[in-house]
């Protein structure tokens, strides 16, 4: 862990928070096939760290007591060959985010925050999807399902607009369409880093899982883009048959 690192606002704390978040994601989804293979069940207890820098590392836990900081779940890699590699992978997922509040809410009673301070850091955190949910596509289903909801609410207005001499009103212009079309998609996750913002970036979409990538976030650019007849994902690209 990050000795001496102390985030001491409500920002700093969401910032480290993301950070270690945007870390663990990757390794669960991007990474997971390095990270599977680090986490040899042969080796002693080891757990899996996040760091701020958005960096991720299967490690040995501290061994001052009490630790700096609160520890992730231990044995991580005991459990590996014995379930299902994705029911694995949202295992530690599910663990990893309990490890995220924790640490966070760590830092904001060592600090002092307030009744306030800690209600808005959790609503912050809260606008974020789960690691849990991101790692399983839960994510991109709540996503779906807000965008399909959006969609009838704003049909169904077209199909009620009519001005009062009964005449329909005039049809929403292409613009407009547009715009709609963006709001939509900048509600979808990257499936690498977890955020939701960069709507003014490029992303592409995997053809297999159909999660959606900032282009930085898996070395894509528009022109490569251009000449890529099937996306896989480094996920579904490095994803094992199962014996």
Known sequence: MEAGYNPRSVEEVFKDFKGRRAGLIKALTTDAEEF???????????????????????????????????EPALGINFARDGMQEKDWLSLVAVHSDAWLVAVAFYFGARFGFQKADRKRLFNMINELPTIFEVVTGAAKKQQKEK?????????????????????????????????????????????????????????????????????????ITPARAEHIKQYKCPSCTNKRPRP
């Open 36 to 70: 599977f293979q680090q986490c040899d069940p042969e080796k002693e207890n080891l757990c899996l760290y996040g760091f701020p820098s958005e960096q991720w590392e299967v490690n040995l836990p501290a061994e001052e007591v009490p630790p700096e900081l609160p």
């Open 147 to 219: 965008a399909s909801s959006v969609s009838y609410h704003i049909h169904s207005n077209k199909s009620q607009s009519t001005s009062k001499s009964g005449k329909p009103l005039k049809r929403q212009s292409d613009e407009e369409e547009e715009e709609h079309n963006e709001e939509e998609h900048g509600e979808a996750v990257c499936g690498a880093c977890g955020d939701n913002n960069g709507t003014d970036e490029f992303w592409i979409c995997c053809d297999i899982c159909e999660n959606w990538f900032h282009g930085k976030c898996v070395k």
